[in-house]
């Protein structure tokens, strides 16, 4: 078990954690970056970004991730493979000890572990995980060319993944519980307009069947009203795309969570509850979880950690 001393600590390596990265190294901070579970974050499961500002033509989501990388070990920032298991912010410097044991002193603490996908809580996701269950369009769309899917949720993730989908299948089922799409405007047509993409409005999907691999879903539609209807499709893969959950878990009981467990920020910048532990990205960002929402909280959060340095150190 190693004992490192650090000035600044970034949990989590997403578009906030690099940039974090960035703004720290290039202040002469040194920070040490602990990519965690998913290295790059979720935009390394997304094929292509259209919105980030510098690329009028679009960048591949995995790209632009191990370019911030790049970006950041450039300066000096340390970036490596572990997952901080936990932390205890009780008294500085803060101890952050990794899962394979190693025990990471640091001053500030900048926490950017991003958020993931939820499941509908259906105990055949778990059964058909890898075998035709997925949250990720772009991970295992692959796997179902010429095939028949369904995308559950009426967001802009859920929209992406249906459109993309339908460029691989041969039919995409989009399974909407409401009567309506909130994606935005431009997604909503998209989906709309595709020959291929079905969309099951104020359905909600109730189990999952087949043997090995799936094979269907049993669906209802107009739940609890007078028009409720049971019926069932075929399908071989059931993508998830309902939102995320913070991954917050390891700060239960030390930082102030909201209800929904994001990270609650003071101060107009992104002071945590607990001098010298800022946060960043869509940990503590319900609302916007752009990636160029999370890069400028990222920034924010490095020149905060620096402030805080400067005034304590
Ligand atoms: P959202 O929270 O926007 O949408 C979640 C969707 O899942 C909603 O339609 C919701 O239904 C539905 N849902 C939630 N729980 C259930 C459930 N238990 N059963 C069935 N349906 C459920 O999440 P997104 O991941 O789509 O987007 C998050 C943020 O990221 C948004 O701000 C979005 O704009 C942004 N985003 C932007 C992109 C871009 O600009 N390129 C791409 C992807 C995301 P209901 O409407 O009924 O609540």
Redesign the pocket.
Known sequence: MDTEKTKCLIIGSGPAGYTAAIYASRANHSPILYEGLQPGGQLTT?SE???FPGYPNGVMGAQLMEELRQQAVRFGADCRPGIIGEVDFSKRPFRCTTLDGDVIEASTVIVATGASA?Y??LPDEQRFSGMGVSACATCDGFFYRNRVVAV?????????EAYYLSTLAKKVYL????D?????HV?RQRVMDKENIEVLFNT??TGLFGNEFLEGAHLVEYAGTDKERHFDIDIDGFFL????KPNTDIFKGQLTLDESGYIVLFNNTQATNVPGVFAAGDVADS????AVAAAGSGCRAALDADKFLMENE
């Not at 399974?175 to 409401?178: A, N, S």
């Open positions: 997304t970004v259209e919105n939820k509908l809580g559950v949720g009426g967001g802009d993730t859920a929209c992406e399974i909407v519980r409401k309506y799409l909130r994606a935005s997604m909600n999907t795309a309902i939102g995320h609302r916007y979880q752009q």
